[in-house]
């Protein structure tokens, strides 16, 4: 593996579990409950739930790719959204956050032992970085969202402390 290659999967890496831009994502998702997944902000077309899920369908979908499966697409963005605003439960809530943070950790594995440059099979055009880097900014980008609704719940900071608090 080149040094060009391992640089960029570390800055890869830094970027799928959160670093100088935003709170590391665990530290922002462990702690919500499930009626504070669950609730609807009038402002808001989604509950934290919602969002969980949607970053979810989406990580494995590009992991799917990223491990040489080919996922089904779906036929509409849509789909990617569940219909149901809350968790059933507190144990499922919890679930759905470690099967979320668990594909975090496989895409920084994936980033820390793959030839970044290396294209994939049943994507044509997109390389292992590429990806990668989609499902950093499109975690990230949804993470913004859940900071918002954790501040407009009175929810923010999680314990420890978030930047900015």
């Known amino acids: 593996m080149s040094d ?3 640089l960029f999967g570390q800055a890869l890496i830094n970027s799928l579990i959160g670093e ?3 709170l ?6 462990t702690d919500i409950s499930a ?5 609807v902000h009038e402002g808001m077309p989604y509950s934290i739930y919602q969002l969980v899920k949607h970053m979810d369908y989406w990580q494995q979908f ?33 679930a759905d956050i470690r099967a979320f943070l668990s594909g975090v950790d496989q895409a920084v594995a994936i980033a820390g032992q793959a030839q970044l440059d290396e294209s994939l099979l049943y994507f044509p055009g997109e390389t292992k970085a590429g990806l990668l880097r ?5 975690n990230s980008y949804h993470l913004g969202e859940i900071v918002l609704l954790r501040r407009f719940y009175g929810a923010w900071p999680p314990p420890g402390g978030g930047y900015p608090a």
């Not at 590391?24 to 998702?29: K, Q, W």
């Not at 963005?77 to 149901?84: F, I, N, T």
């Not at 989609?134 to 499109?138: D, K, L, Q």
């Open 62 to 94: 590009m992991l799917a790719h990223l491990e040489g499966r080919k996922p089904h697409m779906p036929a509409s963005v849509m789909e990617s959204w569940p219909e149901e605003t809350a968790p059933q439960d507190e144990e499922s809530w919890q």
């Open 24 to 29: 590391p994502i665990a530290r922002a998702l």
């Open 4 to 6: 060009a290659n391992q």
């Open 134 to 138: 989609n499902i950093a900014s499109h």
């Open 35 to 39: 009626e504070l997944a669950g609730r």
């Open 20 to 22: 100088r831009g935003h």
